[in-house]
């Protein structure tokens, strides 16, 4: 019985290489655009209440000059009167655009409105709750900070009575934000309206713990 001969295989390694390469740049381009506009971000804090907790994870928007904020946004920034924690770094706040440019904002009873009209706020905790220390509502002033911010949050972060009727005009440029959990107001409530142009990102989508999986720009009026 004749064998047939096996025809050598050979593999031509400057073509292949030169694959590897294209793939490889082509996943840096791919890794860069991703970085260029997305981060991972992690939450802050307790003040978001039941929406996320402190230690979630979420795939976040990266914000530039041409920004224009929805309602229902949960942003990420540093505050126009900068805190640091208790470690000297300064603290980076996360919580949810409810007043717009030019809106007037109004709280009572436990219920918010917009020029007027009552805003459905499913997301919204108005009960009391303990924050904890690590907490960016526990933190202290920086150095350069004006004390203007220290006495709003020792009146306001544990005394912030949401019956009694309270109203604010976003003015041009800026915008106002609440926590989820309303009963503390480390917030607009105390600091006062947010530029746009603090705004670092915007959370999309939270990714962990996987039982909580969910868009996060998502919310209607």
């Given at each position: 019985m004749k064998v047939k001969p096996v025809k050598a295989m050979y593999i031509d390694y400057p073509s292949l290489t030169e694959e590897l390469r294209t793939i490889f740049q082509a996943y840096l381009l791919i890794l860069l655009l991703i970085t260029s506009f997305?981060?991972?971000?992690?939450?802050?804090?307790?003040?978001?209440?039941?929406?996320?907790?402190?230690?979630?994870?979420?795939?976040?928007?990266?914000?530039?000059?041409?920004?224009?904020?929805?309602?229902?946004?949960?942003?990420?920034?540093?505050?126009?009167?900068?805190?640091?924690?208790?470690?000297?770094?300064?603290?980076?706040?996360?919580?949810?655009?409810?007043?717009?440019?030019?809106?007037?904002?109004?709280?009572?009873?436990?219920?918010?409105?917009?020029?007027?009209?009552?805003?459905?706020?499913?997301?919204?905790?108005?009960?009391?709750?303990?924050?904890?220390?690590?907490?960016?509502?526990?933190?202290?002033?920086?150095?350069?900070?004006?004390?203007?911010?220290?006495?709003?949050?020792?009146?306001?972060?544990?005394?912030?009575?949401?019956?009694?009727?309270?109203?604010w005009t976003v003015p041009a440029g800026n915008v106002f934000v609440m926590g989820d959990g309303r009963y503390g107001c480390a917030d607009s409530r105390a600091f006062g309206f947010v530029p746009i142009e603090n705004i670092e990102y915007v959370n999309l989508l939270q990714f962990w713990p996987l039982n909580r999986i969910r868009f996060l720009r998502n919310q209607t009026y």
């Open positions: 997305f981060t991972i971000s992690t939450g802050i804090g307790t003040s978001m209440g039941s929406t996320f907790g402190h230690g979630d994870l979420m795939f976040s928007l990266n914000t530039g000059k041409t920004y224009s904020p929805i309602r229902g946004d949960i942003v990420a920034f540093i505050p126009p009167m900068v805190v640091c924690s208790k470690n000297g770094n300064v603290v980076q706040f996360q919580k949810r655009v409810i007043g717009l440019p030019g809106d007037r904002v109004e709280i009572q009873d436990n219920r918010t409105f917009i020029n007027g009209v009552e805003l459905k706020e499913s997301y919204a905790e108005w009960d009391a709750y303990t924050l904890p220390e690590d907490d960016p509502s526990s933190a202290i002033l920086c150095d350069n900070t004006d004390v203007a911010y220290e006495n709003a949050m020792s009146n306001c972060v544990f005394g912030c009575d949401p019956s009694v009727r309270r109203s």
